[in-house]
C-alpha cells in the first residue's frame, strides 16, 4: 500500500513533471505542493480534486491508502466535482455506500457495481436536493 505522499510523488514522476509544471497543471502553489510531498498532508476536497484531476486519476486513488488502482474512481471524478460544486459535501453518496454495505448481503461489489450504485445514488440525491429547491426555495411576493 501507498500513502498519499508516495503515490503523489509517483504519479508526478511517472507523468514526467517538475513540481512547478504540477503547479501550474492544478492551479495550486508550488510551496503548496512541495508541502504535500514533504509531509503528506492530505489536501481539503477542493484542492485534492484539482491535484488528481491534474495528474489524471481520482481524489480516492490519492487519499485512500488501500486503493491500488490508479484508474479507481476515475470515471465518477466529473460527477462527484459537479455534485459538490452544485450542492456543496460530494462525499454524501461515497459515505451511503460504506454505511449500506448490509444491502449487498455482505458480499463484494465489482468496480461497475459501485459506480452503477454510486452514479443512483447521486443522481437520487441531486434529484431531491433540485425538488427542495424548488418547493422551498425562494417564495415569489404575492
Keep these: 500500500m501507498k500513502t498519499f505522499r508516495e503515490k503523489l510523488i509517483a504519479r508526478r514522476a511517472k507523468l514526467g513533471l517538475t513540481q512547478s509544471e504540477l503547479s501550474e497543471r492544478s492551479k495550486i502553489g508550488k510551496r503548496t505542493i512541495t ?7 492530505i489536501p481539503h ?3 485534492l480534486y484539482k491535484l ?3 495528474l489524471g486519476v481520482s481524489p480516492e486513488y490519492l487519499k485512500n491508502d488501500a486503493v491500488e488502482d490508479e484508474n479507481y474512481g476515475i470515471e465518477q471524478m466529473d ?3 459537479q455534485a459538490r460544486m452544485m450542492y456543496g459535501d460530494s462525499e454524501t453518496a461515497e459515505r451511503l455506500l460504506k454505511e449500506n454495505t448490509a444491502l449487498f448481503a455482505g458480499g463484494e461489489l465489482s468496480d461497475e457495481a459501485k459506480d452503477a450504485f ?7 440525491y441531486i434529484e431531491c436536493k433540485e425538488a427542495a429547491k424548488n418547493t422551498f426555495g425562494h ?3 404575492l
Excluded: H, L, N, T
Design 79 to 81: 460527477y462527484i466535482e
Design 35 to 41: 508541502s504535500y510531498e514533504a509531509d503528506g498532508r
Design 45 to 47: 476536497p477542493a484542492q
Design 52 to 54: 488528481s484531476k491534474a
Design 139 to 141: 417564495k415569489k411576493a
Design 118 to 124: 454510486f452514479q443512483a445514488v447521486m443522481k437520487a
